[in-house]
């Protein structure tokens, strides 16, 4: 969060900073903090380009005196040059608390924000369509079901990458390779640019686009000094795809999906969904991207373009699912309001998250250094809105789809993603 959005002046108001913080159940605290360490930072800055400019100018002024003049004044420059460097180095510390302090204040958190503990429930989405017919059968669940259709090799995969490793085999593989194709094909036909991202960022832009605490539940280093870090999730890539740009307001909304390997440790958590492809360290993902101009509204308009395109999405797979808007108090920094999609797992008659929609509005792009270009309406430094969202984390919807699918005798295909598989049934 940029300090001057909260810097104390006219038409500022750093209450609802306090507020918001207090929305995440944050220590609001860090709002005055920042406001203090910005007045000395101003403070200090001012003597310290002052007494640049005096001794500039008080050089210039030695080398027209003679030398026994010269020498009277060379004791007063060395103590002035001391006094600079003194006064750079407080200058820098405080430059580099308010980084560290102002990094800590999360979004704007949107109005329609659930407050407390619990993810308020905003809408039922049972699909309506999805006759359950006499040949589904509730007998297995996910995990059961992998192994029963030969989809998945957990003890040679354990064997080779550690726990929670895995081989996909068979129809796994082909319904994984389904899955993303016909993700891809959903929003290129909705005008997104396919984007294929690198699987590993250097550290400076991952943090970025990341939380603190991800670099140790989620991240994995690639070399022992940590500089680059595989991604958890393509967004990480395609957020700084227009990294140091400024952008025409008439090219905006751009509209990615993006396409890569994801890998995270789960560090935080440990012990969950430890069998099955649920939760696992390494898997594909297709996401959708906007980026749109910096109207507020506009950003919105674009949320719930995301949203009908994933209510579309899962109901053509005919998986049910329902949203649910995640309370303030679970949102990460980043976000100002996120959705969450939750299928329908029919054996433990429970919903479980698929997708994860998040408007981050201009919070990443300022980081990021991504500027909208000044014109007539818009004078001055405008940021566009940022807006990612799931369509297909795979190995959690070939899960839910087995489980929603099966028959007394095998698996049958969903309709949307035979002809991408090649086949209609997978028998036991």
């Not at 207090?22 to 406001?35: A, E, G, P």
């Not at 990458?161 to 016909?182: E, H, Q």
């Not at 360290?281 to 373009?305: A, G, P």
Request: with cysteine; glycine share 6%; net charge positive.
């Amino acid at each position: 969060m940029e300090i001057k959005s909260f810097r104390l002046g006219e038409n500022i108001f750093p209450d609802i900073f306090r507020g918001s913080q207090k929305r995440r159940n944050k220590d609001k605290s860090v709002i005055d903090q920042s406001i203090i360490l910005d007045i000395y930072w101003k403070k200090t800055k001012y003597k310290f380009d002052f007494s640049k400019k005096f001794l500039n100018h008080t050089s210039r002024l030695i080398g027209k005196f003679q030398n026994i003049k010269k020498l009277f004044l060379f004791p007063k420059l060395i103590f002035l040059k001391k006094k600079i460097l003194g006064l750079e180095k407080i200058y820098q510390i405080f430059q580099e608390k308010k980084t560290e302090t102002t990094s800590l204040i999360g979004n704007l958190i949107h109005t329609s924000v659930s407050l407390g503990k619990n993810a308020k429930l905003v809408c039922l989405k049972i699909q309506k369509n999805f006759s359950r017919s006499k040949r589904y059968v509730i007998k297995y669940n996910h995990v059961e079901l992998l192994k029963l259709i030969g989809a998945v090799d957990y003890d040679r995969g354990i064997k080779t990458s550690g726990n929670r490793g895995y081989f996909l085999k068979g129809i796994g593989l082909l319904l994984n390779n389904a899955l993303i194709r016909y993700g891809l094909d959903f929003l290129v036909k909705r005008n997104f640019i396919a984007l294929q991202t690198p699987f590993f960022m250097n550290k400076n832009l991952l943090s970025k686009c990341s939380q603190l605490e991800d670099f140790k539940e989620q991240l994995y280093g690639l070399n022992q000094g940590e500089d680059k870090f595989l991604i958890a999730t393509s967004e990480q890539p395609i957020s700084v795809f227009h990294l140091d740009e400024t952008i025409e307001n008439g090219k905006f909304p751009l509209k990615y999906v993006g396409f890569s390997s994801c890998f995270r440790k789960e560090s935080g958590s440990h012990g969950k969904d430890t069998s099955g492809l649920f939760r696992v360290h390494q898997f594909e993902k297709v996401e959708q991207f906007i980026l749109c101009s910096s109207d507020y509204l506009e950003s919105w308009v674009f949320f719930n373009e995301m949203l009908e395109n994933v209510k579309f999405f899962y109901s053509s797979i005919n998986i049910p699912f329902k949203f649910l808007n995640i309370a303030s108090n679970s949102l990460n920094n980043t976000a100002s309001k996120k959705i969450d999609l939750l299928g329908f797992f029919p054996k433990s008659n429970t919903f479980r998250e698929l997708v994860s929609c998040s408007n981050c509005t201009s919070y990443q792009s300022k980081k990021i250094n991504i500027k909208v270009k000044p014109s007539q309406k818009n004078p001055g430094n405008n940021y566009p809105h940022m807006l990612n969202s799931t369509l297909c984390a795979t190995t959690r919807v070939i899960c839910c789809i087995l489980e929603n699918f099966q028959t007394e005798s095998g698996i049958i295909i969903p309709s949307i993603l035979r002809n991408y598989v090649g086949i209609s049934f997978v028998p036991f």
